[in-house]
């Protein structure tokens, strides 16, 4: 129930294309799905993040595209560019749990050729 | 990465040894976090802290333990490492309970051999 599954594992885009990475979840009492960015050597940083009360949230070329009867969620990169490769993290969170921490997914590595 | 500090960024030890990696915020934020990081696994939380000297496990803690007796810095320990204890580790902060956006560190590499 604690489980988010991320697929797929590894991803290859040609420059200008649409990246997809899908996220799915067990638990309904989450409530916050944000997703990370991780470059070589950085750690990860916040991206972009939705909650369930919505059905798509979009910044930029990132879309999160929420599918709550479904248990699942993804990020949509649009026009995807060279400097848009390397690791993401979907990850959901249950405010008010005993914990109350992120769980993450296991990561997507994503290459994007020039 | 802002406000956020871990030393060292590498280690290499040895089997048997004890290891401490250090944690330090100028946030002043309340909440501290250790993950580690492995290829095929994401990241996994070890221990987290929620004020000073409070603190509790997460879903992989078996084998470390931390400390926090400051605000600003978080402890972690492995009281004797293992090669299988041979991972990234990360510290995050946050704000408080409601606060989503974690912020982390850049990581220490830790090889044990």
């Known amino acids: 129930q604690q489980q988010v599954k991320q697929s797929p594992q590894s991803l290859i885009v040609q420059k200008g294309g649409i990246s997809i990475i899908n996220c799915a979840y067990e638990?309904?009492?989450?409530?916050?799905f944000p997703w990370y960015q991780q470059f070589p050597g950085k750690g990860p940083a916040l991206l972009i993040a939705?909650?369930?009360?919505?059905s798509e949230k979009k910044e930029g070329r990132f879309t999160i595209s929420f599918n709550k009867s479904a248990k699942q969620f993804s990020l949509h990169i649009m026009d995807s560019q060279p400097g848009d490769s390397a690791t993401y993290f979907c990850?959901?969170?249950?405010?008010?749990?005993?914990?109350?921490?992120?769980?993450f997914g296991k990561g997507t590595k994503l290459s994007v050729k020039p | 990465d802002a406000g956020i500090t871990q030393s060292p960024r590498h280690k290499v030890t040895e089997t048997g040894t004890p290891v401490t990696l250090r944690c330090h915020q100028t946030?002043?934020?309340?909440?501290m976090y250790w993950y580690r990081q492995d290829p095929g696994h994401g990241l996994r939380l070890i221990h987290y802290?929620?004020?000073?000297?409070?603190?509790d496990k997460g879903e992989v803690s078996d084998g470390y333990s931390v400390s926090r007796s400051k605000t600003e810095d978080f402890l972690l320990t492995l009281e004797s490492a293992t090669s299988s204890q041979t991972s990234v580790y990360f510290c995050?902060?946050?704000?408080?309970?409601?606060?989503?956006?974690?912020?982390f560190g850049s990581g220490t590499r830790l090889t044990v051999v």
């Open positions: 802290s929620y004020g000073v000297k409070d603190t």
């Open positions: 990850a959901a969170r249950r405010y008010g749990g005993s914990q109350g921490n992120l769980i």
């Open positions: 995050a902060i946050s704000a408080d309970r409601a606060d989503y956006g974690y912020t």
């Open positions: 638990n309904t009492a989450f409530d916050y």
């Open positions: 939705i909650r369930p009360d919505v």
């Open positions: 946030e002043n934020h309340r909440y």
